[in-house]
């Protein structure tokens, strides 16, 4: 071979796997969040997404994308051009949905590349002041008394809201009538305005509502007291120490983007979590930034979705 038929061939030759992913990424990127704004989820996704502009010298924008407990989400990116430059930020409801739907149009084992987790805040059991009970021992006592008739509010039928409080239930072993709200957000609200007893919400959601005294948090998740709610005892102080479920929030791509390109975004991720001003913001929100590797965060996904199967065909949860 001469040097011009060399020439012309590497010319021609297509991009190594690490050129690839330095020369990456090609256009703008767009995280899909799969519920509406103002949720910690939308919340995160634009502070992560201003640092990664920065990071990697293109705009990344978010776009709500909701509906159907997060799937039409889910499967907009699924479906969408396996390069890195659409991405998913998801929280438990990647988890539950497999559990949930008869017929989900994914697979989020197989269809779905993880890429990293990005945060976790511990739940927190709100209930009403004028309800009476004070404490998780004194509500699980109220609650026997009174089988069926404490009414608890969630973001839906199947919500992470609704599937925390059945686990709470079951561990508890008491009874209670499920209000399914159009997002948590608003059951809160009803809870807060009597209408509804309880609610389980992440700590993030409920904290400024405890802080102002509008409603009593009687148990948080974790093996430590919140710094935020200090007087609230964690559920095992409160009696109830296999009571564990905290709400997470991560990333990931369709399955077919390049494992080199995955690696790049676990990079970037990861350096825009380690940024104080991010870290401080999720704090505000009464969330820890937590990051781990794509293998990690499958795994991690793997043992949720069992988790919350047994949660769901326990309770007999369904929607069609």
């Not at 409920?206 to 009687?218: E, K, P, Q, S």
Request: net charge neutral; with cysteine; proline share 8%.
């Amino acid at each position: 071979m001469n040097r011009r038929t060399l020439l012309g061939a590497l010319a021609l030759a297509p991009l190594s796997r690490p050129a690839l992913a330095q020369s990456w990424p090609p256009r703008p990127v767009r995280i899909v969040v799969p519920f509406a704004p103002g949720s910690f989820t939308d919340v995160s996704a634009r502070l992560l997404a201003n640092e990664l502009t920065g990071q990697l010298g293109q705009q990344t924008i978010v776009e709500n994308r909701t509906g159907a407990g997060g799937t039409v989400g889910a499967t907009a990116v699924v479906r969408a051009e396996p390069d890195g430059t659409t991405l998913l930020l998801t929280d438990n409801s990647l988890a539950i949905s497999p559990g949930l739907y008869r017929n989900l149009p994914y697979d989020p084992l197989k269809d779905l590349a993880q890429i990293s987790r990005i945060a976790n805040s511990p739940s927190i059991l709100l209930l009403r002041p004028g309800l009476g009970p004070k404490t998780v021992a004194e509500l699980v006592a109220y609650a026997k008394s009174r089988p069926g008739e404490v009414t608890f509010g969630s973001g839906g039928q199947g919500s992470s809201a609704h599937l925390a409080m059945e686990l709470l239930l079951n561990v508890a072993d008491i009874r209670a009538l499920h209000v399914p709200f159009r997002g948590v957000a608003a059951a809160i609200a009803d809870v807060i305005a009597g209408r509804v007893d309880m609610a389980i919400a992440s700590l993030a959601s409920g904290v400024r509502h405890v802080t102002a005294g509008t409603l009593l948090g009687l148990g948080v998740t974790g093996e430590q007291r919140s710094p935020l709610l200090p007087e609230v005892p964690t559920f095992i102080e409160a009696g109830l120490p296999r009571y564990d479920m905290s709400y997470w929030w991560g990333i990931a791509a369709p399955a077919a983007t390049p494992p080199d390109i995955i690696a790049r975004l676990n990079r970037e991720i990861v350096q825009a979590c380690a940024q104080p001003g991010l870290r401080e913001a999720f704090e505000k929100q009464a969330a820890t930034a937590v990051t781990s590797t794509p293998e990690e965060m499958a795994r991690f996904v793997e043992r949720e979705i069992g988790v919350w199967r047994e949660v769901i065909a326990r309770a007999g949860v369904r929607i069609e």
